[in-house]
Nanobody, 123 residues
Framework: QVQLVESGGGLVQAGGSLRLSCAAS????????MGWFRQAPGKERTIVAG????????YYADSVKGRFTISRDNAKNTVYLQMNSLKPEDTAVYYC????????????????WGRGTQVTVSS
């Protein structure tokens, strides 16, 4: 019974920053990959960033590379997404997801999902 709770979303002006947090309970957080996904109005949910079980490897979508940073603290069962230089096109509901494998970021490998947190970037 994995439970994921996102926090840190909100309204920010273009160029600003936000840090999202995802607190996990249950499951095997420390031994599996974690990811952040987002879904904008009228669009499909897509992966934003992924991180392997110990934080040694990360993945970023091209649209956020150089602006977003994913990290994790296994002692706190928490994964973070630092978002800098935010753009209006970053506006979306951001979801935290927990994987079933240590290093695989494929969408089908994320079996547990949070409810999401809204990020709105104004121009």
């Amino acid at each position: 019974q994995v439970q994921l709770v996102e926090s840190g979303g909100g309204l920010v002006q273009a160029g600003g920053s936000l840090r999202l947090s995802c607190a996990a309970s249950g499951g095997s957080f420390s031994s599996v990959a974690m990811g952040w996904f987002r879904q904008a109005p009228g669009k499909e949910r897509t992966i934003v960033a992924g991180i392997n079980w110990n934080g040694g490897s990360t993945y970023y979508a091209d649209s956020v590379k150089g602006r977003f940073t994913i990290s994790r603290d296994n002692a706190k069962n928490t994964v973070y997404l630092q978002m800098n230089s935010l753009k209006p096109e970053d506006t979306a509901v951001y979801y935290c997801a927990q994987g079933r494998y240590p290093d695989y970021y494929g969408a089908r490998a994320f079996g547990s999902w949070g409810r999401g947190t809204q990020v709105t970037v104004s121009s």
